[in-house]
């Protein structure tokens, strides 16, 4: 399980990467991207199999990270919505910021199970 693990991480940094290089946003292509989209769907997959076991604080941990993600980004079109007209600057800065607390959680968590650690101790 430790290899399905590191691909799942491996499938929300390529569609990281993917928003960083291509002409989609960061949160956009994490969000949207199908690599994000497959990710999710193993992991509650395979949720069953690492019941128990410290890979399952990971599993968790991705699950937590897109679905929170998807909040944070409902709550940037919000934002956006509410806020047109107000500076390019303003409208794009949550996404900004949600786009690196995405970078962070799977930068966090991928460094933690290389480690072999639990994410919550």
């Given at each position: 399980?430790?290899?399905?693990?590191?691909?799942?991480?491996?499938?929300?940094?390529?569609?990281?990467?993917?928003?960083?290089?291509?002409?989609?946003?960061?949160?956009?292509?994490?969000?949207?991207?199908?690599?994000?989209?497959?990710?999710?769907?193993?992991?509650?997959?395979?949720?069953?199999?690492?019941?128990?076991?410290?890979?399952?604080?990971?599993f968790?941990?991705?699950?937590?990270?897109?679905?929170?993600?998807?909040l944070?980004?409902?709550?940037?079109?919000?934002?956006i919505?509410?806020?047109?007209?107000?500076?390019?600057?303003?409208?794009?800065?949550?996404?900004?910021l949600?786009?690196?607390?995405?970078?962070?959680?799977?930068?966090?968590?991928?460094?933690?199970?290389?480690d072999?650690?639990?994410?919550?101790t």
């Amino acid at each position: 399980m430790l290899g399905w693990t590191h691909a799942i991480y491996g499938l929300h940094a390529f569609s990281l990467l993917t928003g960083i290089l291509g002409a989609a946003t960061v949160v956009g292509a994490f969000l949207t991207g199908w690599p994000s989209i497959i990710a999710v769907i193993l992991n509650y997959v395979k949720r069953s199999e690492v019941r128990g076991t410290w890979l399952e604080s990971h599993f968790r941990w991705q699950i937590r990270t897109f679905w929170f993600g998807l909040l944070w980004v409902s709550l940037c079109v919000f934002f956006i919505v509410v806020t047109l007209g107000i500076g390019l600057l303003v409208v794009w800065l949550p996404f900004i910021l949600v786009g690196c607390w995405f970078v962070y959680r799977i930068a966090r968590g991928w460094l933690a199970l290389r480690d072999r650690r639990p994410m919550y101790t």
